[in-house]
């Protein structure tokens, strides 16, 4: 086969994943002589920066999550499909879906990445990590189950103290914001729920293997960031790389934390895309492209955003953020439509780098825009700013920035919902019928 | 045993089940020198009469289900424990919950009801009901998942009918206002999401056993009911009794309806209280309880809501609404507060009917308060601003009236999300790798 273009059709873009970069790619192709086919295994675009607080109960999965049909619905060269990419047939130009075969010309894999355990997969069941909406949700689960079982009458203090135990690992971004919201939720919103227990004496243990928190930022905002969660009331553990996890808690170089709740924040690897291909990649899955974002010897094949291992003009490598990805997608569409139109390549990929946030709780944030540094409130006040701002959709932006303000008014939480089936495993149903005591 | 109170201690009252009638006794018995136990499976309250438009993607959980401890934090004789009751022990006066036995001295049975297939228990897998968030979440992505398997570039076209056949088993308030509901999303919100189906075409049929749609309302706005439903492009279909329902569609006295998605709203069942019990019990299982909503031979325990049966004052039997639940609710409170008290019983129950409502679709409703009958976008107005005052919390209210007001501006659906799980059904995986066409 041939990649010279059919004159009598479009030239065909299939974008797999319609994350940052994907659904950044399609957009910047609106006007562009191509018949374009998004993929994707989910129906919906994730802000997944805010994951973590569908995760602690701040906010509910429709606020933060739009459905892709209706972001492109006006764009008519568009055509979406859900479904799972299972293979890529480089040779017949075509992507494996579901059964289905759906050809291309120009192909851009936007499959984003995982949470990686790396050489221990068999933790993943006993620490969940969060990367989609029912990722969030079973967590969201997991954290007021725990508080529920406390709860119960027949629970003994030493169980009670591990299920009050809240242990987090790694020490990036997403391990930073999820520690200070567990805290804020069990010190805040469900300080007067219980009658039994006292949320406000829940442990949360931030672990994070190397020696400080946020390595991405400077080394002064990780020390402001350590500051804040410790008097949010999180014990941050440095340099102390987690060497057991199980159902009853971690271990830490020999020190062992009971835990009932673990959760994983330390580790992502790329989708299988580098695979599909057989392409050149690095240890977390990432596929070694060109400075374009092609694959080597694969001009027609592109990657962008956490599938991709890119560097900038100036050979820095580039973060797995949502800037990067999105101007990536856009720099790939570029590229496409030089090339159909026989105009010269764009000039190389350079990162604008806008600045770099991170929130910890209620009022603490930290802000690194290069020479500009911000922390604390008026970080926190950015951070919310630009979050409202980059959410799709106006109702959304609306609805965040509403229960953002009530949630900071009131310390409340409105989405506190278990809905995964009937709460059966309350108590264990099998715990023989002694100690009745009534506690008012 | 004995009822005698013991002087060391409060009175304990039990309730099962934190519905309309089950938290308005808990909150009746505010200032009552009781030690109340409120025991439910989930962990939220549920404004049941929204359900259905979570399961049509215009709100989300969160906006109608409010954690029950959060409810109820600042009643200081109230404890709550999540768990499952199953069974009573009558003798020693226990409720039995997941393995642990609470001790009562009055019980309080408020746990509702589910809706039920009656003769055909096989039906529930094809045709899902919806009594519980998980429910409407489930239909959903039903909902949803048949448009995007509909949209599948290899569907043939009479399977595309039947995935766009939408079938509803019911005429009562939630069948009339599902099926609006349903025609509504079909025809505003999804109306440009798809490149392949229309969906305007979408095909949605109400079907009623019966000779008229809403049996409780007046025979006028039945009609009126009807009317609009056809205008939204609602088939209505009436004494039609469903005889048969499987996975490709229901058959109605020999004529048979290709369909892909069947929704129950045909009928309820209470919850096995009554067996609990051994008590007297009508066909849908419900508790048939003296005036004062007591359990005749059980002074101690008290049914309301959609677990009992129960007649007005004048002999009426008292519809399965949230206004008679609530009432009742709090009627058992006084008459527990008058035999701890050493009062007179209270006068006998009074239903105090401040008129009925439903909603057809995004602009009409029919309201019946008696001697006054009201339809069209009047009554919808009112149906808005009733709904949205009854919601518990004030952020509720406030997401609800906004998200309303903007799916009403935009005609869209912000919650159009399929979450369960990643969507291998998209396409059959083992389909043949032919019929393999590009649609742009």
Not at 385 to 403: E, Q
Request: one cysteine or more; proline letters at 6%.
């Amino acid at each position: 086969m041939d990649a010279k273009p059919d004159l009598h059709r479009n030239t065909r873009v299939v974008i797999v994943g319609a994350g940052f970069g994907g659904l950044a790619a399609a957009q910047a192709l609106a006007n562009a002589p191509v018949e374009i086919t998004v993929i994707d295994r989910r129906n919906y675009h994730l802000f997944q920066p805010l994951l973590y607080q569908v995760a602690t109960a701040g906010l509910s999965p429709a606020d933060i999550a739009w459905p892709i049909r209706g972001i492109l619905r006006d764009q008519k060269n568009v055509s979406v499909q859900l479904g799972r990419v299972t293979g890529v047939d480089t040779v017949r130009r075509e992507v494996l879906v579901s059964g289905r075969r759906i050809p291309y010309d120009y192909l851009i894999l936007a499959t984003g990445a995982r949470h990686a355990y790396f050489d221990h997969p068999e933790w993943e069941g006993t620490a969940p990590g969060l990367k989609k909406i029912a990722d969030a949700t079973h967590i969201r689960e997991r954290i007021l189950m725990a508080f529920e079982k406390a709860e119960a009458e027949d629970c003994d203090s030493d169980e009670r103290v591990r299920l009050q135990t809240f242990v987090v690992v790694g020490g990036g971004p997403t391990g930073v914001e999820m520690a200070g919201a567990i805290a804020e939720l069990a010190k805040t919103a469900l300080a007067s729920d219980f009658r039994v227990i006292d949320p406000s004496t829940t442990r949360i243990v931030l672990v994070e293997a190397g020696p400080r928190l946020l390595p991405s930022f400077p080394e002064s905002l990780s020390a402001v960031a350590k500051r804040s969660l410790e008097r949010l009331g999180v014990e941050v553990c440095l340099g102390a790389p987690v060497t057991l996890c199980d159902d009853a808690g971690v271990e830490l170089a020999g020190e062992r934390i009971g835990a009932r709740t673990v959760i994983w924040a330390a580790g992502v690897m790329a989708s299988p895309a580098a695979k599909w291909l057989g392409a050149d990649r690095d240890r977390a899955g990432r596929i070694k492209v060109d400075a374009d974002f092609s694959v080597p010897g694969r001009p027609e094949i592109f990657a962008v955003g956490d599938t991709a291992l890119a560097a900038d003009a100036d050979g820095r490598p580039l973060p797995g953020v949502a800037p990067v990805a999105k101007q990536a997608g856009r720099y790939v569409a570029a590229v496409i439509r030089s090339r159909i139109e026989g105009r010269p390549t764009p000039a190389p990929f350079h990162y604008r780098d806008f600045g770099n946030l991170a929130t910890i709780g209620r009022k603490a944030a930290v802000a690194d825009f290069g020479r500009i540094r911000v922390s604390g409130f008026l970080a926190w006040v950015l951070w919310s700013v630009a979050h409202v701002y980059f959410l799709i959709g106006l109702r959304n932006r609306f609805v965040v920035a509403l229960t953002w303000l009530w949630n900071y008014v009131t310390f409340q939480r409105g989405a506190r919902l278990i809905t995964g089936g009937d709460s059966e495993e309350a108590s264990s149903p099998a715990e023989p019928e002694t100690k009745v005591r009534r506690v008012g």
